[in-house]
């Protein structure tokens, strides 16, 4: 479906934005694929990995509307990955995360809907459910946001969906090149936050996989959920070698203990797939479909039941050590 389609990916110097290019390109002859971000630096490392006919780099900040408009002219498909995702840097930053996470994501809704784009996934958070930081909590607007932009087209053809998954194995400022570093200057033991600290655990072809294949499932105004296993964290430390310590640090600011995707408070909303779920939207849609049961690719979901919720302490799914040494070794800094 990408075939000869113009294609924009906010905050696209990313692991993620990065891993996407890399499949698109291997998988598709897309007539342009725009990388719009804000550090000059990173699109220029970029580009020596990436600089086939079919890419463009567009320095901006979708806080900034006019250049987000601008750059969307001509485009089919959106990938909203920009964000300010570090959790202690949102609690002591809150405004620079609500201009980003929040009034970037309307910038976003309202160019492509001036632009006409076909369709627009925002990447969200584990974080959102339940939000109980900062960083969560303006995922959850943005989420709102797009989700309500179904409702804000009128006869214009663009349709919004999330995808919401959890911690990316290898991605920039995540634990396992922090891990990697540590050992690598010497370190004989980790830190750890607490030792019951569980999370979802997804890699990053897994996640790309996973948005591509929602582009061709999306009615517009789900919020797409992959079903992935958790880990512990002191089995995360183990998979580095049986010899290495572990030093408990507490928990940071804005932290929690297990990880929520699907709430039990949107539990009569939330559809059950063979591979995922998806949670409806809490609103009606005056434009649109507002049944969800059955895809666009004819996939068929079913309601879960009452007080169902996803959790990474509870995932009857839990990667084993040697799965985890396994995942340590794809993870990419």
């Known amino acids: 479906m990408f075939d000869q389609k113009s294609i924009l990916i906010t905050g696209g110097t990313g692991s993620f934005g990065r891993k996407y290019t890399k499949n698109l ?33 567009f320095i901006g900040d979708v806080r900034d ?11 089919d498909y959106v990938i909203h990955a920009a964000a300010l ?28 809907i001036k632009n006409k784009v076909q369709k627009v996934i925002a990447l969200s958070t584990d974080k959102a459910a ?14 709102k946001l797009f989700v309500a932009a179904n409702n804000m087209v009128g006869k214009n053809p663009t349709r919004f969906s999330v995808v919401r998954y959890g911690n990316v194995v290898g991605s920039r400022g995540s634990v396992v090149p922090l891990f990697k570093k540590l050992l690598a200057e010497g370190a004989k033991s980790l830190p750890v936050t607490h030792p019951e600290m569980t999370r979802f655990w997804i890699t990053l072809q897994e996640g790309v996989d996973f948005v591509l294949k929602n582009f061709e499932r999306m009615q517009g105004g789900e919020i797409f959920v992959p079903k992935i296993p958790s880990m512990r964290i002191t089995d995360l430390v183990k998979s580095f070698g049986t010899d290495i310590g572990m ?82 070794k794809c993870a990419t800094a």
């Open 25 to 57: 390109l291997a998988s598709y002859t897309p007539a342009r694929i725009i990388i719009f971000s804000r550090d000059e630096l990173k699109q220029f490392e970029m580009a020596q990995e990436f600089s086939g006919p079919a890419m463009r780099y």
């Open 65 to 75: 509307y006019a250049r987000v408009e601008q750059a969307m002219e001509g485009v």
């Open 85 to 112: 995702k570090q959790v202690p840097a949102a609690e002591y930053n809150p405004m620079e995360c609500i201009k980003t996470n929040i009034h970037g994501a309307e910038n976003v809704i309202r160019a492509a």
């Open 130 to 143: 339940n939000p109980v930081n900062l960083y969560g909590a303006t995922k959850l607007a943005s989420d």
């Open 247 to 328: 030093n408990i640090i507490g928990i940071r600011p804005g932290e929690k203990l297990h990880e929520v995707m699907c709430p039990a408070d949107d539990s009569h909303l939330t559809l059950e797939f063979r591979d995922h779920f998806v949670i409806r939207p809490s609103i009606t849609f005056s434009n649109s479909s507002n049944h969800f049961t059955v895809n666009k690719l004819g996939e068929q979901g079913k309601s879960v039941v009452q007080g169902f919720e996803y959790n990474s302490g509870s995932n009857s799914h839990f990667l084993t050590i040697q799965e985890l040494c396994e995942c340590n």
